[in-house]
């Protein structure tokens, strides 16, 4: 079967019932076959859309396993050899659609709250590893990677323990004893960590939290350090919000970064976390130039927690659903052609289980309705990661 270029939504509905495709080359063309393609030579009908005018070309050509099955986002990741990811929460195992989907989409997976501070040691010398571990456990059976979630943060889900109470040199022991605790527990099976989360200030400087009130600037530092004695293999990265395109806190950011690689910190990468409006969201040509100047210290970036409201907008449903699909389509476009940039990470993937509504008010913001079934969103982010 041959669809074109014009009827192309067509074709990746029909690819997302299933349908074994091959997505074409640059060429832009497409074939969908409802027979599996295996890793064989193939005779490949196209029609060509670039040149309306040449007739049905014959294409012969070998036909990888992996572009032989472009079925999902997890597919279309792999064959560009990126990683396309969700927040987690294994407490959401239990509802069957949630674990398929999780599996057949994404080949990447972060804990949305399972390792955080006061889920795993909610009382002093007391860890509870149940979440963290069913998340590891789904993941090493799937052939998910893993990203370590949030190892310092202190503006929520700290445990009470962790206070200002706490001398310098106790709060100092204590993220150390996280660190290593959690990072040592799932060494060679977390691909990567969010070391610091949201340590710059959205104005100016560092946010005088807990740590670094208590601590000064230089426990950001003492976070990368730990964290690679603890597992020399993981990549450590730098987590925020707010300074995805260019602007101050963007700013901020690259010059935290800059400067921790220039004292020689192991830190190997920025998450930009990419929480927009469907009604303001950063400029996608920002976006990559933000990516390319990361890139050139020779900072892996990965767009980390991407989820795109739309309750700010006034129009119907179905002309909200299409901006949004628009817009997640325009920024992972914009980032999948930037050297470095490795992964997209949804924060959720289901319209069913988002932290937008408990903190926004209701809203759609995810890839898949409530009842799990694909948005538009979900197709443009298929189209953007297809390179379409
Ligand atoms: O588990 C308790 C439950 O026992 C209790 O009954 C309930 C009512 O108080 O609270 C539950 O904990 C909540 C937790 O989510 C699990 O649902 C916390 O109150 C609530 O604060 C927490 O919100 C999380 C938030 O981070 C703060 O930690 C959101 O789910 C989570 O999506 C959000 O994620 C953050 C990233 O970690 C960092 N970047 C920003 C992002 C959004 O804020």
Same mark, same amino acid.
């Given at each position: ?23 074409? +080359? ?37 036909? +990888? $396993? ?5 079925? =999902?986002?997890r ?13 987690? $929460?294994?407490?959401?195992?239990y ?16 804990? $949305? ?6 889920? /795993?040691?909610? /009382? ?39 206070? /200002?109470?706490l =001398?310098a ?53 003492e ?65 990559? +130039? ?8 020779g900072?892996?970036?990965?767009? =980390? ?14 002309k909200?659903?299409?901006?949004q ?19 997209? +990470? ?5 319209d069913?289980? /988002? ?15 409530e ?18």
């Amino acid at each position: 079967m041959v669809s074109s270029k014009v009827d192309r939504r067509a074709f990746l509905k029909y690819l997302g019932a299933g349908a074994i495709a091959v997505a074409g +080359t640059a060429a832009g063309y497409y074939v969908a076959s409802k027979q599996p393609v295996c890793a064989s030579t193939e005779t490949v009908v196209v029609t060509s859309q670039l040149a309306p005018s040449v007739a049905i070309q014959t294409l012969t050509r070998t036909i +990888t $396993e992996t572009e032989s099955r472009l079925a =999902s986002l997890r597919d279309a990741a792999d064959a560009r050899g990126l990683l396309v990811g969700t927040a987690v $929460e294994p407490n959401y195992f239990y509802d069957p659609p949630y674990p398929t989907i999780l599996a057949r989409e994404f080949n990447f997976a972060t804990p $949305e709250n399972a390792m955080q501070w006061g889920t /795993s040691n909610l /009382s002093e010398g007391q860890w509870d590893f149940a979440r963290a571990d069913a998340l590891v456990e789904f993941a090493d059976r799937h052939d998910m990677k893993v990203k370590g979630h949030p190892l310092v943060w202190d503006k929520f889900q700290l445990p009470g323990w962790v206070n /200002s109470d706490l =001398s310098a040199d106790e709060l100092r022991h204590a993220m150390q004893e996280r660190i290593q605790t959690l990072v040592g527990r799932y060494k060679g099976r977390v691909y990567a960590w969010d070391v610091v989360n949201e340590a710059v200030d959205d104005h100016n400087g560092l946010r005088k939290g807990l740590f670094f009130n208590k601590l000064g600037e230089g426990y950001v530092a003492e976070a990368f350090r730990h964290a690679h004695e603890a597992d020399p293999d993981a990549l450590l990265f730098y987590n925020d919000y707010g300074a995805e395109g260019l602007g101050g806190k963007s700013d901020r950011v690259y010059q935290l970064v800059k400067k921790l690689l220039g004292n020689g910190v192991p830190i190997h990468g920025v998450g930009l976390q990419m929480h927009v409006s469907a009604k303001d969201y950063p400029d996608p040509r920002e976006i990559s +130039t933000n990516i390319r100047r990361l890139a050139a210290l020779g900072l892996k970036v990965n767009i =980390s927690e991407m989820d795109v409201r739309i309750r700010d907008l006034t129009d119907s449903l179905p002309k909200r659903l299409e901006v949004q699909q628009q817009v997640y389509h325009d920024i992972i476009a914009a980032c999948v052609q930037e050297e470095g940039f490795i992964a997209v +990470t949804f924060w959720g993937f289901t319209d069913a289980h /988002s932290w937008i509504d408990s903190w926004f008010g209701a809203d759609d913001p995810l890839l898949f309705d409530e009842n799990y079934k694909p948005k538009p969103a979900y197709w443009g982010v298929l189209e953007a990661i297809l390179g379409e």
